[in-house]
Protein backbone atom coordinates (compact mmCIF):
# COMPACT_ATOMS: atom_id res chain seq x y z
CA UNK A 1 0.00 0.00 0.00
CA UNK A 2 1.36 3.43 -0.71
CA UNK A 3 0.42 7.18 1.30
CA UNK A 4 1.11 10.49 -0.05
CA UNK A 5 0.00 13.88 1.56
CA UNK A 6 -1.43 15.90 -0.35
CA UNK A 7 0.10 20.00 -0.15
CA UNK A 8 -2.83 21.18 -2.09
CA UNK A 9 -5.37 20.44 0.11
CA UNK A 10 -6.94 22.00 3.28
CA UNK A 11 -10.10 21.11 5.82
CA UNK A 12 -13.18 22.89 6.80
CA UNK A 13 -15.46 21.89 9.39
CA UNK A 14 -18.49 23.21 9.60
CA UNK A 15 -20.11 22.50 13.01
CA UNK A 16 -23.65 23.13 15.17
CA UNK A 17 -26.78 21.97 15.84
CA UNK A 18 -28.18 23.34 12.32
CA UNK A 19 -25.24 22.16 10.17
CA UNK A 20 -26.61 19.22 8.87
CA UNK A 21 -29.77 21.08 7.13
CA UNK A 22 -27.50 24.17 6.40
CA UNK A 23 -25.25 22.03 4.31
CA UNK A 24 -28.03 19.69 2.66
CA UNK A 25 -29.55 23.19 1.54
CA UNK A 26 -26.14 24.37 -0.09
CA UNK A 27 -24.25 21.40 -1.73
CA UNK A 28 -25.39 18.84 -4.28
CA UNK A 29 -24.53 15.60 -1.91
CA UNK A 30 -27.18 14.30 0.46
CA UNK A 31 -25.55 14.86 4.04
CA UNK A 32 -28.55 12.50 5.37
CA UNK A 33 -26.54 9.60 3.55
CA UNK A 34 -23.77 10.62 5.95
CA UNK A 35 -22.30 9.47 8.82
CA UNK A 36 -18.53 9.29 10.70
CA UNK A 37 -16.12 6.82 8.75
CA UNK A 38 -18.02 7.47 5.28
CA UNK A 39 -17.20 10.39 2.79
CA UNK A 40 -19.22 11.52 -0.06
CA UNK A 41 -18.46 13.45 -2.65
CA UNK A 42 -20.23 17.13 -3.62
CA UNK A 43 -19.60 20.23 -4.53
CA UNK A 44 -20.90 23.98 -4.11
CA UNK A 45 -22.54 25.84 -7.39
CA UNK A 46 -23.27 29.11 -8.33
CA UNK A 47 -26.80 29.72 -8.58
CA UNK A 48 -26.26 29.07 -12.81
CA UNK A 49 -24.66 25.67 -11.61
CA UNK A 50 -21.48 26.08 -12.00
CA UNK A 51 -18.66 24.82 -9.43
CA UNK A 52 -17.35 26.94 -7.32
CA UNK A 53 -15.60 24.23 -5.28
CA UNK A 54 -15.64 20.48 -5.04
CA UNK A 55 -14.97 18.64 -2.00
CA UNK A 56 -14.94 15.65 -0.22
CA UNK A 57 -17.02 15.20 3.34
CA UNK A 58 -16.94 13.01 6.41
CA UNK A 59 -19.11 13.36 9.52
CA UNK A 60 -16.92 13.98 12.61
CA UNK A 61 -17.47 11.23 15.32
CA UNK A 62 -18.35 12.87 18.82
CA UNK A 63 -15.05 12.20 19.79
CA UNK A 64 -13.89 14.94 17.41
CA UNK A 65 -16.71 17.10 18.72
CA UNK A 66 -19.43 16.25 15.74
CA UNK A 67 -19.89 18.25 12.97
CA UNK A 68 -18.39 17.98 8.94
CA UNK A 69 -15.10 17.65 7.73
CA UNK A 70 -14.93 19.18 4.30
CA UNK A 71 -11.68 17.87 2.07
CA UNK A 72 -11.01 20.77 -0.41
CA UNK A 73 -8.18 22.46 -3.04
CA UNK A 74 -6.38 24.52 0.01
CA UNK A 75 -5.91 27.30 -2.53
CA UNK A 76 -9.80 27.51 -2.20
CA UNK A 77 -10.09 26.44 1.77
CA UNK A 78 -11.01 30.57 2.63
CA UNK A 79 -12.77 31.92 -0.32
CA UNK A 80 -15.50 28.62 0.59
CA UNK A 81 -15.60 29.44 3.79
CA UNK A 82 -16.31 32.76 3.70
CA UNK A 83 -19.04 31.53 0.74
CA UNK A 84 -20.57 29.67 4.21
CA UNK A 85 -20.57 32.37 6.14
CA UNK A 86 -21.97 34.51 4.08
CA UNK A 87 -25.27 31.85 3.33
CA UNK A 88 -25.41 31.53 7.24
CA UNK A 89 -27.58 34.14 7.84
CA UNK A 90 -29.31 33.15 11.47
CA UNK A 91 -28.68 29.43 11.14
CA UNK A 92 -26.76 27.92 14.24
CA UNK A 93 -23.53 26.72 12.98
CA UNK A 94 -19.61 27.35 13.00
CA UNK A 95 -17.37 27.67 10.00
CA UNK A 96 -13.71 27.07 10.92
CA UNK A 97 -10.68 26.68 8.55
CA UNK A 98 -8.65 24.33 9.99
CA UNK A 99 -5.16 23.08 10.42
CA UNK A 100 -5.38 19.26 8.99
CA UNK A 101 -4.45 18.46 5.96
CA UNK A 102 -5.03 14.95 3.79
CA UNK A 103 -3.34 12.17 3.38
CA UNK A 104 -4.30 9.73 0.63
CA UNK A 105 -3.75 5.93 0.46
CA UNK A 106 -4.33 3.62 -1.91
CA UNK A 107 -3.11 0.07 -3.51
CA UNK A 108 -4.16 -1.78 -0.94
CA UNK A 109 -6.66 -2.12 2.43
CA UNK A 110 -4.86 -0.07 5.48
CA UNK A 111 -4.26 -2.48 8.29
CA UNK A 112 -5.47 -0.47 10.88
CA UNK A 113 -8.58 2.37 10.55
CA UNK A 114 -7.52 5.49 12.38
CA UNK A 115 -9.76 8.76 13.02
CA UNK A 116 -10.87 10.63 10.23
CA UNK A 117 -10.65 8.09 7.54
CA UNK A 118 -12.75 7.17 4.51
CA UNK A 119 -13.15 5.58 1.32
CA UNK A 120 -12.87 7.71 -1.51
CA UNK A 121 -16.32 7.78 -2.80
CA UNK A 122 -15.50 8.77 -6.55
CA UNK A 123 -13.87 5.56 -8.23
CA UNK A 124 -13.32 2.29 -6.90
CA UNK A 125 -9.53 2.25 -6.69
CA UNK A 126 -8.57 5.30 -5.62
CA UNK A 127 -8.45 4.20 -2.27
CA UNK A 128 -8.76 6.13 1.43
CA UNK A 129 -8.73 9.97 2.64
CA UNK A 130 -7.06 10.49 5.96
CA UNK A 131 -7.68 13.99 7.75
CA UNK A 132 -4.47 14.70 9.87
CA UNK A 133 -1.52 17.17 10.57
CA UNK A 134 1.09 17.03 8.26
CA UNK A 135 3.37 16.44 10.68
CA UNK A 136 1.71 13.16 11.50
CA UNK A 137 1.65 11.64 7.94
CA UNK A 138 4.83 9.07 8.62
CA UNK A 139 2.98 8.40 11.81
CA UNK A 140 -0.03 7.59 9.98
CA UNK A 141 1.47 6.09 7.27
CA UNK A 142 3.31 3.36 9.83
CA UNK A 143 -0.11 2.91 11.16
CA UNK A 144 -2.02 1.50 8.24
CA UNK A 145 0.88 -0.14 6.45
CA UNK A 146 1.74 2.19 3.61
CA UNK A 147 4.91 3.36 2.20
CA UNK A 148 4.86 7.33 1.82
CA UNK A 149 5.81 8.48 -1.59
CA UNK A 150 5.78 11.92 -3.35
CA UNK A 151 2.16 13.58 -4.25
CA UNK A 152 3.42 12.95 -7.67
CA UNK A 153 2.52 9.13 -7.45
CA UNK A 154 -1.18 9.75 -6.17
CA UNK A 155 -1.55 12.42 -8.65
CA UNK A 156 -0.53 9.96 -11.62
CA UNK A 157 -3.06 7.32 -9.85
CA UNK A 158 -5.82 9.72 -9.92
CA UNK A 159 -5.29 10.41 -13.82
CA UNK A 160 -4.92 6.98 -14.47
CA UNK A 161 -8.40 6.40 -13.29
CA UNK A 162 -9.45 9.67 -14.94
CA UNK A 163 -10.87 11.21 -11.81
CA UNK A 164 -10.93 15.02 -13.09
CA UNK A 165 -8.58 17.81 -10.48
CA UNK A 166 -10.19 21.81 -10.64
CA UNK A 167 -7.94 23.63 -11.76
CA UNK A 168 -5.82 21.70 -13.90
CA UNK A 169 -9.08 19.41 -15.82
CA UNK A 170 -11.63 21.95 -15.44
CA UNK A 171 -11.74 25.71 -13.99
CA UNK A 172 -13.45 26.83 -11.02
CA UNK A 173 -16.86 28.51 -11.92
CA UNK A 174 -16.68 27.54 -15.75
CA UNK A 175 -17.70 24.24 -15.43
CA UNK A 176 -21.07 22.21 -15.09
CA UNK A 177 -21.09 18.84 -12.64
CA UNK A 178 -21.81 16.85 -15.75
CA UNK A 179 -18.69 18.67 -17.67
CA UNK A 180 -16.54 17.05 -14.94
CA UNK A 181 -18.02 13.51 -14.69
CA UNK A 182 -19.57 14.81 -11.04
CA UNK A 183 -22.83 12.54 -11.96
CA UNK A 184 -20.97 9.67 -13.05
CA UNK A 185 -18.63 9.93 -9.74
CA UNK A 186 -21.07 10.11 -6.89
CA UNK A 187 -21.25 13.67 -6.68
CA UNK A 188 -24.97 14.74 -7.47
CA UNK A 189 -27.81 13.21 -5.63
CA UNK A 190 -30.38 13.74 -7.76
CA UNK A 191 -33.23 12.45 -5.65
CA UNK A 192 -32.36 15.26 -2.95
CA UNK A 193 -34.17 18.03 -2.50
CA UNK A 194 -33.40 22.17 -3.40
CA UNK A 195 -29.88 23.07 -3.15
CA UNK A 196 -27.97 25.87 -5.18
CA UNK A 197 -27.65 25.29 -8.68
CA UNK A 198 -30.27 22.57 -8.64
CA UNK A 199 -32.78 23.87 -11.14
CA UNK A 200 -30.04 23.94 -14.01
CA UNK A 201 -27.91 20.83 -12.56
CA UNK A 202 -31.61 18.46 -12.67
CA UNK A 203 -32.31 20.38 -15.96
CA UNK A 204 -28.91 19.02 -17.64
CA UNK A 205 -29.58 15.75 -16.15
CA UNK A 206 -33.18 15.12 -17.45
CA UNK A 207 -33.01 16.58 -20.89
CA UNK A 208 -29.08 14.74 -21.52
CA UNK A 209 -27.80 18.18 -22.94
CA UNK A 210 -24.47 17.77 -21.26
CA UNK A 211 -22.44 18.09 -24.40
CA UNK A 212 -18.80 18.76 -22.98
CA UNK A 213 -17.38 15.91 -20.71
CA UNK A 214 -14.18 14.80 -19.22
CA UNK A 215 -12.30 11.50 -20.74
CA UNK A 216 -9.00 9.34 -20.01
CA UNK A 217 -7.01 9.99 -23.14
CA UNK A 218 -3.58 8.03 -24.25
CA UNK A 219 -0.30 10.29 -25.26
CA UNK A 220 2.27 8.74 -28.11
CA UNK A 221 4.57 10.83 -27.27
CA UNK A 222 5.72 13.49 -24.83
CA UNK A 223 2.62 15.33 -23.11
CA UNK A 224 1.36 18.21 -24.22
CA UNK A 225 1.16 21.06 -21.52
CA UNK A 226 -2.27 21.49 -19.33
CA UNK A 227 -4.45 23.99 -21.59
CA UNK A 228 -3.41 22.67 -24.90
CA UNK A 229 -6.00 22.75 -27.87
CA UNK A 230 -7.08 19.69 -28.85
CA UNK A 231 -7.71 19.82 -32.80
CA UNK A 232 -9.27 17.14 -34.79
CA UNK A 233 -7.79 18.08 -38.20
CA UNK A 234 -8.18 21.60 -37.80
CA UNK A 235 -11.01 22.24 -35.70
CA UNK A 236 -10.86 22.55 -32.23
CA UNK A 237 -12.57 19.98 -30.24
CA UNK A 238 -11.39 20.21 -26.45
CA UNK A 239 -8.37 20.92 -24.11
CA UNK A 240 -5.81 18.92 -22.37
CA UNK A 241 -6.06 18.66 -18.20
CA UNK A 242 -3.14 16.94 -16.30
CA UNK A 243 -1.15 14.12 -17.63
CA UNK A 244 1.19 11.23 -16.42
CA UNK A 245 3.01 8.14 -17.81
CA UNK A 246 1.25 8.52 -21.06
CA UNK A 247 -2.11 9.04 -19.68
CA UNK A 248 -4.10 12.07 -19.22
CA UNK A 249 -7.43 13.77 -18.72
CA UNK A 250 -9.39 16.02 -21.70
CA UNK A 251 -12.30 18.67 -21.15
CA UNK A 252 -14.12 18.24 -25.08
CA UNK A 253 -17.06 18.41 -26.82
CA UNK A 254 -18.07 14.95 -27.60
CA UNK A 255 -20.29 15.28 -30.06
CA UNK A 256 -17.32 16.66 -32.27
CA UNK A 257 -15.24 13.93 -31.30
CA UNK A 258 -17.63 11.24 -32.07
CA UNK A 259 -17.74 13.10 -35.45
CA UNK A 260 -13.47 13.06 -35.67
CA UNK A 261 -13.52 9.63 -35.12
CA UNK A 262 -16.47 8.74 -37.60
CA UNK A 263 -14.72 10.61 -40.12
CA UNK A 264 -11.15 8.73 -38.71
CA UNK A 265 -10.03 12.23 -38.15
CA UNK A 266 -6.85 11.65 -35.86
CA UNK A 267 -6.66 13.72 -32.34
CA UNK A 268 -3.59 15.89 -32.11
CA UNK A 269 -2.81 18.62 -29.53
CA UNK A 270 0.36 21.07 -29.55
CA UNK A 271 1.18 18.42 -32.83
CA UNK A 272 0.89 15.62 -30.41
CA UNK A 273 -1.13 12.79 -31.13
CA UNK A 274 -3.43 11.23 -28.85
CA UNK A 275 -6.16 8.57 -28.41
CA UNK A 276 -9.15 8.17 -26.82
CA UNK A 277 -8.66 5.32 -23.86
CA UNK A 278 -12.70 4.90 -24.00
CA UNK A 279 -13.65 5.86 -27.79
CA UNK A 280 -17.60 4.40 -26.63
CA UNK A 281 -17.62 7.17 -23.83
CA UNK A 282 -18.26 10.01 -26.24
CA UNK A 283 -21.41 8.39 -27.67
CA UNK A 284 -22.96 6.84 -24.51
CA UNK A 285 -25.68 9.48 -23.37
CA UNK A 286 -25.19 11.24 -20.29
CA UNK A 287 -28.06 10.47 -18.28
CA UNK A 288 -26.89 8.19 -15.49
CA UNK A 289 -28.69 9.04 -12.12
CA UNK A 290 -26.31 8.21 -9.33
CA UNK A 291 -27.84 6.57 -6.26
Not at 7 to 35: C, H, S, Y
Not at 108 to 119: I, M
Not at 157 to 175: E, K, T
Request: charged share 25%; net charge negative.
Amino acid sequence: MKSAFLPDRGVIKVAGEDARNFLNGLVTTDLDRLKPGLGRFGALLTPQGKIIVDFLITEAPAGHGGGFLIDCPKALADTFATKLKFYKLRAKVTVDNLDLGVLAAWDGEPAAQPDLAFADPRAEGLGYRILVPEDLKQKLSDLIGAELVDAAEYEAHRIALGVPRGGLDFMYSDAFPHETNMDRLAGVDFDKGCYVGQEVVSRMQHRGTARTRSVKVLLEDASPEPGTTILAGDKPVGTIGSTAGGKGIALVRIDRVADALDAGQPLTAGGLALTLAEPDVVRIPAKQPIA
